[in-house]
């Protein structure tokens, strides 16, 4: 029998490039011990390379994957958030009341409620399903309810800290019970305050006139207790990170 021409066999690739055994004879008793022998060879040597190319790869490959753990696990990587099918609008409105005095002058209610809505609104400019309006411009109650009105809020939500001798944190609404205590329940993983509880709003002005679908205002603990006011002034940002997790929660729920 004759092998015509010639024939060749891939035995193992090698990275990119392939190793070839080419054989050419005119006769197959005269060869074939040749052509056996030298495939041998050729299979050794490629399993010995395929070996050390393997465990080269395992050490890149590790070490590749523990450099992006590293940085995924990074606390100022954004986490992926799959939003709702259309664009959400959120309002809001911290309060104006400039005349409410923090214990040991430690500022005003209006100075800290506006700074960490200004810490919420720098938070939620990462989602493109919110739409966002806040009166950062300290437009009087009826000003800035006309203005959600008009902006046609889905969510209207009002910033307070509370006074009068207490402690602890409330929310006030009238329907939104559900939103309420999404935005209630996550402000606890701040500390272990008092849960003063989700009460009715229903003698509020901004709440009975506010078009949202939600509508709510928070009483951030109480600024007439030291250790409450304290709270508030030194975590202003972390106070408005927990409120955006709470409401971006709710609202993926929810919409």
């Not at 430690?106 to 506006?114: D, V």
């Amino acid at each position: 029998m004759k092998i015509s021409s010639y024939f060749h066999s891939q035995i193992l690739p090698k990275n990119n490039e392939t190793l070839y055994v080419i054989i050419s004879s005119e006769r197959v008793k005269n060869t074939m011990k040749k052509v056996s022998f030298l495939i041998f060879i050729g299979l050794l040597v490629g399993c010995a390379n395929a070996e050390n190319d393997n465990a080269s790869n395992t050490n890149y490959l590790s070490s590749s994957t523990e450099t992006v753990l590293d940085s995924v696990t990074n606390d100022d990587k954004q986490e992926v958030v799959i939003g709702p099918s259309r664009t959400v609008k959120v309002y809001l409105n911290p309060s104006v009341q400039t005349w409410n005095s923090y214990v040991n002058n430690l500022g005003t209610e209006a100075e800290h409620m506006n700074n960490i809505a200004n810490y919420m609104i720098q938070e939620l400019k990462d989602y493109d399903f919110i739409e966002l309006k806040a009166n950062t411009n300290y437009l009087s109650l009826n000003e800035s309810v006309k203005e959600s009105n008009t902006f046609k809020a889905d969510i209207h939500f009002a910033l307070h800290s509370n006074a009068g001798g207490g402690q602890g944190l409330e929310i006030l609404t009238i329907n939104s019970k559900k939103f309420s205590q999404t935005m209630y329940d996550g402000f606890f993983e701040l500390g272990d305050f008092k849960p003063r509880g989700i009460k009715s709003g229903a003698n509020i002005y901004e709440i009975k006139n506010s078009k949202a679908q939600d509508v709510a205002l928070i009483e951030l603990l109480f600024h007439d207790n030291i250790n409450e006011a304290n709270f508030i002034v030194n975590n202003e940002k972390r106070i408005a990170k927990n409120l955006t997790k709470s409401l971006i929660n709710y609202v993926t729920e929810n919409y």
